[in-house]
T-cell receptor, first 114, second 112 residues
């Protein structure tokens, strides 16, 4: 399967714990995006990478959130000291060039913070 | 702040009916995309429109981009249960080309 993969698919954690999600994009894609989606809403942009460089971070991304893309390949999104409001679906997408190139989305990681 | 609005928020129709969903913004889009998302999955691209007044057809789906590039519509003819899903529009704006903004979506349910 050469699509975008995300791991884990589901994560349940207690408030205050740290969690880390992984995204493996399509190998030849330069751009990688992270979004957050809550029930009944569209995906909200969090951050994106051009190769290994993180070029923009949304104001939604508090200092408890950090994302990396070492070597321009897979990416990780870490949330420290999770809060109940962090419960959401976290989606990763990749594209070859800019945002209006087709973004291929992964299946998402559903986070539940108890 | 660039926001996208979509209407209706929810739509439940019988198989065979036609429907139209709408996407609009107060800002001008440089381009706009429509995605469909099924439960538990990520969105999948349906179409990209770039030119004002552009019309694109994809089988039973017709996409229209407004002349002023501030609005778009998606029309489905003879809806089928397989069309059920969340329809999202996503726009790139002239002032923030490097990312797209997603609308809240229209949740469509087609009843057999």
């Amino acid at each position: 399967d050469t699509g975008v993969s995300q791991d884990p698919r589901h994560k349940i954690t207690k408030r205050g714990q740290n969690v880390t999600f992984r995204c493996d994009p399509i190998s030849e894609h330069n751009r990688l995006y992270w979004y957050r989606q809550t029930l009944g809403q569209g995906p909200e942009f969090l951050t994106y990478f051009q190769n290994e460089a993180q070029l923009e971070k949304s104001r939604l991304l508090s200092d408890r959130f950090s994302a990396e893309r070492p070597k321009g390949s897979f990416s990780t999104l870490e949330i420290q000291r999770t809060e109940q409001g962090d419960s959401a679906m976290y989606l990763c997408a990749s594209s070859f060039r800019g945002p209006m190139d087709e973004q291929f989305f992964g299946p998402g990681t559903r986070l539940t913070v108890l | 702040t660039q926001l996208l609005e979509q209407s209706p928020q929810f739509l439940s129709i019988q198989e065979g009916e036609n429907l139209t969903v709408y996407c609009n913004s107060s800002s001008v889009f440089s381009s706009l995309q429509w995605y469909r998302q099924e439960p538990g999955e990520g969105p999948v691209l349906l179409v990209t429109v770039v030119t004002g007044g552009e019309v694109k057809k994809l089988k039973r789906l017709t996409f229209q981009f407004g002349d002023a590039r501030k609005d778009s519509s998606l029309h489905i003819t003879a809806a089928q249960p397989g069309d059920t899903g969340l329809y999202l529009c996503a726009g790139a704006f002239e002032t923030s080309y490097d990312k797209v903004i997603f609308g809240p979506g229209t949740s469509l349910s087609v009843i057999p």
